[in-house]
């Protein structure tokens, strides 16, 4: 990884994606929440910025729709009162130019992903990153999706990570972006 100080990013991990009342828990749903609390507690303990993205469903009645039981970050993720909720209506994070704002002003050139879901928020967001002009690191095992267009869950994350790579990403796995949070973020 890189010296240039890192935001860890917590894209989409909402309490609909885990609780399994209105659609399934996401594909590895318990080992993904620890992970990301691994992640969360790795980015913290080296002072690095941590934001939560949140995506306010439409229409009334989407799983993520604000206010539904869906819509709240996941509560196990171990978000503290100082770390930030970006609200997204779109699948890019960065669609939300607070979001920018906030990385640059923590004078971050670089972000690391991880969240739901691979094949759609994730993957906008790491556009919006690298348009953005930053550096760009996906935690290759902490980002999921469900099963679709007769893919597996696991089949769909392995081909995101191998397209992440080509558009210029890097993928770290988990135990490498803790180890590497030290100083260097």
């Known amino acids: 990884m890189s010296e240039k100080p890192a935001a860890l990013l917590v894209i989409d991990l909402q309490t609909a994606m885990f609780a399994g009342r209105q659609i399934p828990p996401i594909f590895g749903a318990d080992r993904l929440a620890g992970v990301v609390r691994d992640l969360v ?16 469903g439409d229409p009334p009645g989407h799983p993520l729709a604000p206010g539904t039981p869906g819509w709240p970050i996941w509560p196990d993720l171990s978000q503290s009162e100082a770390d930030p909720v970006f609200a ?8 939300n130019p607070e979001l920018g704002a906030w990385v640059r002003n923590r004078g971050c050139h ?19 990153a ?12 902490a980002h ?7 893919r597996t869950a696991p089949e769909i994350i392995a081909s995101q990570n191998a397209l992440f790579e080509t558009l210029g990403a ?15 973020s």
Do not use: M, Y
Not at 110 to 128: E, H, N, P
């Open 41 to 56: 507690a790795g980015a913290r303990r080296a002072g690095a910025p941590i934001a939560f993205i949140r995506h306010d």
């Open 144 to 150: 999921s999706t469900w099963d679709s267009g007769g």
């Open 130 to 141: 690298l348009e953005a002009g930053l550096e760009v690191v996906v935690v290759s095992d």
């Open 170 to 184: 890097q993928l770290a796995p988990s135990a490498v972006v803790i180890g590497e949070f030290g100083d260097r």
């Open 88 to 95: 997204k209506t779109l699948g890019d994070a960065f669609s």
């Open 110 to 128: 670089r972000v690391i992903l991880c969240g739901a879901q691979s094949d759609f928020c994730v993957a906008a967001t790491l556009s919006g």
